[in-house]
């Protein structure tokens, strides 16, 4: 096989966004178009996301 007709496979390989730990397959969380290794980090960034905002419209 050549250089130019050789495919190239790709991983899936997947970060939890709120830790950043090695998402697994088996574990996969994924929910609102990103990742989570669990659901207590989807919820912890929910909150995050929450508090995030409310300091913004305080501000304003």
């Known amino acids: ?5 050789a495919v190239v496979r790709r991983t ?3 970060n939890c966004a ?3 730990k090695l998402v ?3 574990k996969m ?3 609102n178009g990103k990742y989570y290794c669990s659901k207590r980090c989807f919820k912890k ?3 995050k996301i929450a508090k ?4 913004t419209e305080a501000g304003t």
């Open 1 to 5: 096989m050549s250089e130019e007709t």
């Open 29 to 31: 969380y994924y929910r």
């Open 45 to 47: 960034m929910q909150e």
């Open 52 to 55: 995030e905002q409310a300091e």
């Open 24 to 26: 697994r397959r088996i």
């Open 12 to 14: 899936k390989s997947a």
């Open 18 to 20: 709120f830790c950043g």
